[in-house]
Structures are given as structure tokens and as C-alpha cells.
T-cell receptor
Framework: SAVISQKPSRDICQRGTSLTIQCQVD?????MFWYRQQPGQSLTLIAT?????????ESGFVIDKFPISRPNLTFSTLTVSNMSPEDSSIYLC??????????????FGEGSRLTVL | EDQVTQSPEALRLQEGESSSLNCSYT??????LFWYRQDPGKGPEFLFT???AGEEKEKERLKATLTKKESFLHITAPKPEDSATYLC???????????FGKGTLLTVNP
């Protein structure tokens, strides 16, 4: 299992500003995933972050809007840039739970709830 | 495009009243179907993985089953602590990415 800590847990932001969410894992992991959970919507993968390489973004998400850092095997950040009210959402960090990669068994952080005014 | 549809959106049960949640999916080459539980203000918690039609998994009062088109999460004699949102997700083809449904909000009244 893995323990994942996210900061901040919640924040209220002004339109046009940017916010960086931090994700710390208690063990070394190869891949870290960033998800978005909008009200009434499915959990959606934003990007996959591998240490030492550029993040891989899913369709509809771009690096300029959601820059990601992955400086080591236990830490990652997601920045939500130039925020608008449509960015109000819960952002979740996750890692794989098993020893075998790509199993789909994920551990999630508790999420960062952003409200953009 | 992979699609996952969960029903009902919300379900209210009395304690001890058994029921089932449904997850129907449309994918090309299912690799696995996953059930997660999410409590308010928390991230999802992994429950089960099902890989092939006919497979069943159990955990306490929960049993997950899988057919070629859908999965059911059966809840037997639920307790109030089973109240949560239950999420279904699929992994298909060569893509490791999970596609999630919108979830079923289960409320169990004492």
C-alpha cells in the first residue's frame, strides 16, 4: 500500500491566478497520475508523470494549462494555470498499488478541492 | 472510445436491505474492470478487479460479478458504514489508463 499526502486540501482562488498542488508519496513509485473530478462528472485522467521525463497528457489537457513537475520518485506537483471558474474541481494524485505495473489498482490521495471565483 | 455507465445514480437503502449496483461498459478488449469506493472528502479506495466474464470477487458484504457487457456490485445486508459513492472503471486494449463511470451514491439508513 502507499500513503499519499496532498496539499492544499482545499483553496479558494481568484480568476486568472495559478495554484500548485503538491503530492507526496511515502514510497518510491515509477508513475504518478493526476486526475480531475468535477461535480457530477467522471474521474478523468489529466496526465501521467514519470520521474525524469515529460508528463504524458490526455486528450483535452495541455501542458500550458496544467504543467507538471516530477523531480524525484516520491513527489510531484500539478499547477492549474490562469484559472477560470470552470477549473473548480477536485484534483487527485494517485499511484499504482501493486508490484506489477499497469494493473489499474490505484491508491489515491485525499484530493485538493479548488474553487475559482 | 471506452464508455462506462453506472446505474442508478443514487440509491437509498434501509439497513439490511440487499441490492445491486450496475456498471455497463463498452470497450474494445477488456483488460480489467475495477470497483472503487469513495467516501465524502476522500480519494477513491480500491475494492476489486475482475478480468473475465463469470468471475466473482467478495469482500465482507460486497460481491462483484462480471459479464461480457456489465458488472454488478451486490451489497448483502448493508450497514450505514457502507454508505459511499461506488465507482466502476475499465482498462482496455493496450492502454493502461482507467476510464471511470460517474458513480452510484449509496446511502444506507439505520
Amino acid at each position: 500500500s502507499a500513503v499519499i499526502s496532498q496539499k492544499p486540501s482545499r483553496d479558494i482562488c481568484q480568476r486568472g491566478t495559478s495554484l500548485t498542488i503538491q503530492c507526496q508519496v511515502d514510497s518510491q513509485v515509477t508513475m504518478m497520475f493526476w486526475y480531475r473530478q468535477q461535480p457530477g462528472q467522471s474521474l478523468t485522467l489529466i496526465a501521467t508523470a514519470n520521474q525524469g521525463s515529460e508528463a504524458t497528457y490526455e486528450s483535452g489537457f495541455v501542458i500550458d494549462k496544467f504543467p507538471i513537475s516530477r523531480p524525484n520518485l516520491t513527489f510531484s506537483t500539478l499547477t492549474v494555470s490562469n484559472m477560470s471558474p470552470e477549473d473548480s474541481s477536485i484534483y487527485l494524485c494517485s499511484v499504482e498499488g501493486g508490484m506489477t505495473p499497469n494493473t489499474g489498482e490505484l491508491f489515491f490521495g485525499e484530493g485538493s478541492r479548488l474553487t475559482v471565483l | 472510445e471506452d464508455q462506462v455507465t453506472q446505474s442508478p445514480e443514487a440509491l437509498r437503502l434501509q439497513e439490511g436491505e440487499s441490492s445491486s449496483l450496475n456498471c455497463s461498459y463498452t470497450v474494445s478488449g477488456l483488460r480489467g474492470l475495477f470497483w472503487y469506493r469513495q467516501d465524502p472528502g476522500k480519494g477513491p479506495e480500491f475494492l476489486f478487479t475482475l478480468y473475465s466474464a463469470g468471475e466473482e470477487k467478495e469482500k465482507e458484504r460486497l460481491k462483484a460479478t462480471l459479464t461480457k457487457k456489465e458488472s454488478f456490485l451486490h451489497i448483502t445486508a448493508p450497514k450505514p458504514e457502507d454508505s459511499a459513492t461506488y465507482l466502476c472503471a475499465v482498462q482496455a486494449g493496450s492502454n493502461y489508463k482507467l476510464t471511470f463511470g460517474k458513480g452510484t451514491l449509496l446511502t444506507v439508513n439505520p
